[in-house]
């Protein structure tokens, strides 16, 4: 019995989940993230020069990465227990059916 599909298929579904709930407010708060990190750096107010736009594109590429992961990593998670709360019982040999 392959033990892995039940989180596979919550992985899935999870990064299926976090593409149409989380993928927008992901971006949208990595690039904050990055435009506060922008702003540490070079001071405020920042100027759209090339370091502050690969600080910003980091920060949104980050938000989406870690967000998209941490989507996938419950739903592999909640793909385990549901795979083995709904998995087969199995009963312990007894001793009378070996004897």
Known sequence: MNRKLPSLVGAGIGLTLF?????LPAVLYG?????????GIVGTPVQPGLVVRALVFF???LGVVGVGSLFAVLGAVVGAAVGALAGPVRRPASAEGRA
Do not use: D, E, S, W
């Open 31 to 39: 690039g904050y993230a990055g435009l506060l990190l922008a702003g």
């Open 59 to 61: 920060g949104m590429a």
């Open 19 to 23: 593409l149409a709930v989380a993928l």
